[in-house]
């Protein structure tokens, strides 16, 4: 019988890993990649056990889901992180502030780092953070998420296998140890999940000045504009939408579009869906909704939706119903005529439900986004490229992905974060290293001390030198 995890307990720990990184001092380069690369052995040597312990938790999830985008998007994130270990480790000198001095910027280990990861992508939205944690010169503790707990408990056995616990440890159990693991001294914290958990974490690590990286989510607004294609806007968008059935903290939460082009985009979607999905509740390849809870949500907001007058369409092969309450599966779902009043345009929907807006002008899409929280992720669909740069401009999101959706989620040489309400701080590759080090200065005086001595009294001919530059 394990010992329940407290507050108490999890102090103690954070505790001993900081003496660890205290006392083994800096990691280097050559230990580094060497925690990264036991990192990639572990998921790929145990990625069919991985695979089963996710698709336990889902109830079903498609077996590529997984391997794309948790084992292999992993395994990419701490593949390059390695590659480009020692490059990143290099001091950035800087131009000398006055003859015989030295400047330069050096990024150093923060020490141990938190990391509160999700149920959507449990493998992924834990090792992509820990490559820039690891190539960084940490140490880690992981809370994976309770609602995956086959896949959470087969994590913490698989890293205490090849991870000194005093390297990378993981911390199993509810939210309630979730809250007390927010509240712990970390040197750095990073949580993954919904905005109003978002808000608690950040409180409980002000608690200890912790600083945080959240990655959030909210509304990801797709903006179909007059000259798009309709057709391959609406696959790609259904391809984000029904990949981990819509599960995913960058899906497309609403299209704006043309009102011309309505009845035109459901015809694709409606196309689309029924040619990748022949079947939808006997087929490997969708997932499941990951809880009852979730389910019966996804439900009530649909119910919602009906009874404040939207049209609700279902795009469920013929013969299927819209939803099975005992395999979780659900189709496919467009709704139109969405208004803010309506539950679905007022929550993150993470699931595979799309509602609809229509516009007469861009202008109005452009107003009613930025009149919105600032979404995670932005979606522009058309040709142009004076409008593309325009949308660019006039939004604020934390990634713009022009012509496609979600694409930018595995390019390791861009940023992975929010802004605002979406959240704060930013991952992956380079930006990932700088996330999780500190930027210390390093200056180194002349033999002769000459920047110094302008800060020693008498200051006469000093002050009579600057009032000559200023003029005076």
């Known amino acids: 019988m394990s010992t329940p995890v407290t507050a ?16 083994d001092g800096p990691a280097s380069a050559e230990l580094r990649q060497d925690r990264l690369s036991r990192a990639m052995t572990l998921l790929s040597t145990h990625h069919r056990e991985l695979v089963d312990a996710v698709n336990a938790d889902f109830g079903h999830r498609a077996a590529y889901q997984t391997l794309a985008a948790d084992i292999m998007s992993s395994l990419g994130a701490l593949r390059h992180a390695r590659e480009q270990l020692t490059q990143w480790m290099q001091p950035e000198e800087q131009p000398a502030p006055a003859p015989g001095m030295q400047a330069r910027i050096q990024y150093q280990p923060l020490g141990v780092v938190g990391i509160i990861s999700p149920w959507n992508f449990p493998i992924n939205l834990a090792f992509s953070p820990l490559a820039g944690v690891l190539a960084a010169g940490n140490r880690a503790l992981i809370k994976p998420s309770e609602l995956t707990p086959h896949t959470s ?19 199993l159990g509810d939210a309630s140890v979730g809250a007390a693991f927010s509240g712990q001294a970390f040197d750095h914290l990073i949580f993954t999940g919904g905005t109003n958990v978002g808000r608690q974490v950040m409180r409980a690590a ?4 912790v600083p945080v990286t959240l990655e959030l989510g909210g509304k990801s607004p797709v903006l ?73 949500r996804l439900q009530a907001l649909l119910d919602d939706a009906r009874a404040q007058g939207a049209t609700v369409v279902e795009l469920q092969p013929a013969g299927e119903p819209l939803a099975d309450a005992t395999t979780r599966k659900m189709a496919p779902t467009l ?24 516009y007469t002008q861009p202008d109005e899409a452009l107003a009613y986004i930025n009149d919105h929280p600032r979404p995670l992720a932005a979606y522009y669909f058309g040709p142009d490229a004076a409008r593309q740069q325009r949308f660019a401009d006039l939004t604020t999101s934390g990634a713009l992905v022009v012509n ?32 999780f080090s500190h930027a210390k200065a390093v200056v180194v005086q002349s033999p002769g001390g000459e920047y110094n001595l302008r800060l020693r009294a008498p200051y006469a001919g000093a002050q009579a030198h600057i009032e000559k530059m200023l003029g005076g």
């Open 224 to 296: 179909v504009d007059t000259d798009a294609d309709l057709q391959t806007a609406a696959e790609r968008i259904l391809t984000v939408k029904t990949f981990n059935a819509g599960q995913i903290c960058i899906a497309p939460d609403y299209v704006m579009l043309p009102a011309s082009a309505q009845d035109a985009f459901v015809t694709h979607a409606r196309a689309f869906v029924s040619r990748v999905f022949p079947a939808l509740h006997t087929n490997p390849d969708y997932t499941a909704i990951i809880s009852e809870r979730h389910f019966q």
């Open 404 to 435: 496609d959706v979600m694409t930018h989620a595995s390019i390791e040489s861009v940023p992975f974060g929010g802004v605002g309400p979406s959240g704060t701080g930013a991952y992956h590759g380079l930006h990932g290293f700088r996330r």
């Open 8 to 23: 108490t307990s999890l102090a103690a720990t954070v505790a001993a890993m900081k003496r660890a990184h205290i006392q």
């Open 335 to 358: 709704v139109l005529g969405a208004t803010d009043a309506m539950r679905v345009m007022q929550e993150e929907i993470f699931g595979p439900i799309l509602p609809l807006k229509t």
């Open 206 to 209: 002000a608690e200890n000045l």
């Open 153 to 171: 408990a087969l994590m913490g056995e698989l890293i205490a296998r090849y991870f000194d616990p005093m390297e990378i440890g993981t911390v």
